[in-house]
């Protein structure tokens, strides 16, 4: 029986072997012929946007239009063009969009520069409130000779209940 | 009362933000097109392989080109305006049949109708990328000086046709500038 099951389980792993073959034999041989431009290819498709699945790089997305832009990237940068020309290339066409690393400009500078003009408003905000207190404990008139025997008064009478 | 009005105030700006954020769509990337050159290429004619055609070859003309494709839903939901569109006879619409297979196309044609003077066949999809083409259908109004004026993404819908790009072509037609009022106030109706 466990025998049985065995070899079932070997069949059905010689078989997926099988059919996932052909496919990763492809995917190999685009990458054997010229790794070095594979991994240019790779570094300027992970910073453009995959217009149909808008929140992944065309690097990690499947869908059809970003293979094909893939492919345009791959055959650009094999016929000589320049990484940087390949993306200007692709904002021609799609806008500063299609850009993971938007650019600087007058229409961006606050994506750019809003964290950081938050940060500093926060931190202020907080500045001002710490010094608005710290001044608020000090305008405090200081204890009277009659607070401070109260206040003996009244941590003593809680020792003597304890004691008891 | 600074305790209260400050909270209001971010309550407010925050729920104005998502209050545009609802009604505007991610999926409408403007165009960089707009205002310039349609790209050049030379492509086959569907219907036709030995007959090639080039946007050159519209100069002087108003046209459309709408990208389409058998395999894609959004066309068919346009198309009787399209062809109701080539019936009037005032706007050639030349059809971008993009990555689809030749008989298929030729088979929808002839199933719902051709509204094109002809259409291309883009079937590798190149002409499509360099015309920017993320969607289909995806439709550009082209005027005689072969500088693309306006870019509908997704089906065209009777509205689209009689608000913006009925009237958009007939200025056109009529050589109008973009600056004039009349025309900007076209174009607002169009964005």
């Known amino acids: ?164 | 009362m600074m305790r209260f009005l400050v909270p209001l105030v971010l309550f407010v700006v925050l729920g104005g933000f998502l209050y545009v954020g609802l009604h505007l769509n991610p999926r409408e990337v403007p165009s960089p097109f707009i205002n310039k050159a349609a790209p050049d290429f030379k492509l086959s004619q569907l219907q036709d392989f030995q007959a090639t055609f080039s946007p050159k070859e519209n100069l002087g003309k108003v046209w459309m080109l709408n990208v389409w494709a058998s395999w894609c839903v959004a066309c068919r939901q346009e198309h009787p305006l399209l062809v109701q569109m080539s019936k009037r006879g005032d706007l050639a619409i030349y059809g971008l049949n993009y990555k689809d297979r030749p008989d298929d196309a030729k088979q929808w044609l002839s199933q719902f109708g051709n509204p094109y003077v002809f259409s291309l066949a883009d079937f590798d999809g190149r002409v499509g990328i360099d015309y920017g083409v993320y969607g289909v259908p995806e439709t550009f109004v082209i005027d005689k000086q072969g500088v693309i004026r306006h870019k509908v993404i997704g089906p065209v819908t009777p509205a689209i046709l009689s608000e913006c790009l009925t009237p958009l072509t007939q200025l056109l037609g009529k050589d109008e500038s973009v600056e004039s009022p009349e025309m900007k106030k076209v174009l607002k109706k169009c964005a």
Request: charged residues 25%; contains cysteine; proline residues 4%.
């Open chain 1, 1 to 164: 029986m466990r025998v049985n099951r065995l070899f079932n389980c070997a069949a059905l792993c010689a078989a997926l072997a099988l059919f996932a073959l052909p496919g990763f034999a492809k995917e190999a041989a685009s990458l054997a012929q010229d790794p070095v431009l594979e991994k240019r290819v790779d570094a300027v498709s992970s910073e453009l946007r995959c217009l149909v699945c808008q929140n992944q790089t065309i690097a990690d997305s499947h869908a059809e239009l970003a293979i094909d832009l893939k492919n345009q990237v791959r055959d650009m940068l094999r016929s000589g063009n320049s990484n940087e020309e390949v993306v200007n290339y692709m904002v021609e066409r799609y806008g500063d969009f299609v850009r993971y690393k938007p650019p600087m400009k007058p229409t961006t500078y606050f994506l750019w520069f809003g964290p950081a003009l938050l940060i500093l408003i926060g931190l202020s905000v907080l500045f001002i409130t710490l010094r608005k207190r710290r001044q608020r404990v000090l305008d405090t008139a200081p204890l009277t000779a009659e607070d401070t025997k109260k206040i003996d008064d009244l941590l003593h009478a809680g020792k003597q209940e304890a004691k008891s």
